[in-house]
């Protein structure tokens, strides 16, 4: 295992980005978080600021990166990730999956650092191949509306499979599936976030399609020892991180509406267009190169999270931030 001391992390406002932040000052590493708070949460930045090894830099991550100081990891997380999100900021989407991405692999030469790309399951588009492996190439519409998303990340990870083969930088991938847990936003458009609004405001959830669906959810706790594990790897990637356990949709919404106590209805709305119909990790590698699988269970994650939401922050934390 190689010792990371100092890390450079874009996208450490957000709601993965953040977890991970807290992770690494556990780990008793030094954090700088460059983030221009576009989806991030100006609380998640306040609870990490307390701690004296944590620096903020609020800088846009397309533009040129400002002198940060020595890092022995470059974390890119930096991107809109919620549908909702990317739907509003389509081009800042591709140019943080391109431009920021240049910046962030520039750090990383200039620095001997090793790179993480925070990349994810959406470059397997609608898979045709079940579950997915690292191998499948993917089944994307380069040209529907969640490309801006899904090319954005298609790229970043060919920009730094290049930084690799053309200037030898140690970089790596993770392939990121649906995560949840603490600190999303309850407006992030996120199927989890958005069912436990729905449940806690005794509002209809809204299902999109026949909610036969599937997706597999990883608690935020699993994903972040699933990327540090790969940070502090010699592993190239890309590597799966997600939850092999395949929910369907309407499963993870009566989990939700069990879980609440909420008698809101299922309301089926018109299904969204390129949506995935399954989405399901194959993990042999994960679990063989890094030691690496998920921990917690649905039940379990979906209630913490539930009573994260219950407990009024998720709200008051959207609020302070306007
Ligand atoms: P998020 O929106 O909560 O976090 C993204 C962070 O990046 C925010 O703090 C935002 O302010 C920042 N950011 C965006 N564009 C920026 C820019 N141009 N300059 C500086 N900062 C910028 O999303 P998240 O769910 O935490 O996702 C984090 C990363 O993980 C993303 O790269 C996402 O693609 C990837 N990922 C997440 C999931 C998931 O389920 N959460 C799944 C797959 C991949």
């Not at 590493?29 to 983030?35: A, K, P, W």
């Not at 976030?193 to 509002?203: D, E, K, Y």
């Not at 008051?316 to 931030?321: F, I, K, R």
Request: aromatic share 6%; hydrophobic share 35%.
């Amino acid at each position: 295992m190689r010792t990371i001391k100092r890390a450079l992390i874009s996208g450490g406002a957000g709601f993965v980005g953040s977890h991970l932040c807290e992770q690494l000052l556990r780990d008793g590493v030094s954090v700088v978080c460059l983030d221009n708070l576009c989806t991030g949460l100006r609380s998640n930045i306040k609870l990490l600021e307390e701690h004296p090894d944590f620096r903020w830099v609020d800088h846009d991550a397309v533009e040129p990166w400002p002198e940060l100081g020595d890092f022995d990891l470059v974390a890119h997380l930096a991107c809109p990730a919620s549908p909702v999100d990317y739907a509003e900021l389509g081009i800042e989407t591709l140019r943080v999956g391109s431009e920021g991405t240049r910046h962030a692999l520039d750090v990383a030469l200039a620095k001997g650092a090793r790179f993480l790309l925070a990349s994810t399951s959406e470059v397997y588009g609608d898979p045709t191949e079940h579950p997915q492996r690292e191998t499948y190439w993917g089944n994307v519409n380069s040209i529907g509306p969640r490309s801006v998303y899904d090319e954005s990340k298609r790229f970043s990870e060919a920009i730094t499979v290049a930084y690799r083969r053309y200037h030898g930088v140690d970089t790596t991938i993770a392939r990121i599936f649906n995560t949840y847990g603490p600190r999303m936003r309850p407006d992030d458009g996120r199927m989890i976030p958005t069912f436990i609004h729905q449940a806690l405001t005794n509002r209809p959830l809204t299902v999109s399609g026949s909610g036969q669906q599937t997706r597999s959810i990883c608690h935020v706790t699993d994903t972040v020892r699933g990327l540090s594990a790969l940070a502090h790897s010699h592993h190239e990637g890309p590597v799966n991180i997600g939850n092999p356990i395949e929910l369907s949709v309407w499963n993870v919404a009566t989990k939700i509406l069990e879980s609440t106590g909420s008698s809101s209805p299922i309301e089926y709305h018109d299904a969204v267009i390129d949506d995935p119909q399954k989405r399901c990790p194959d993990i042999t590698l994960a679990r063989s190169e890094l030691g690496w699988e998920p921990l917690i269970g649905a039940d379990e994650g979906l209630a913490s999270t539930i009573e994260w939401f219950r407990s009024g922050l998720a709200v008051s934390a959207l609020e302070s931030n306007h």
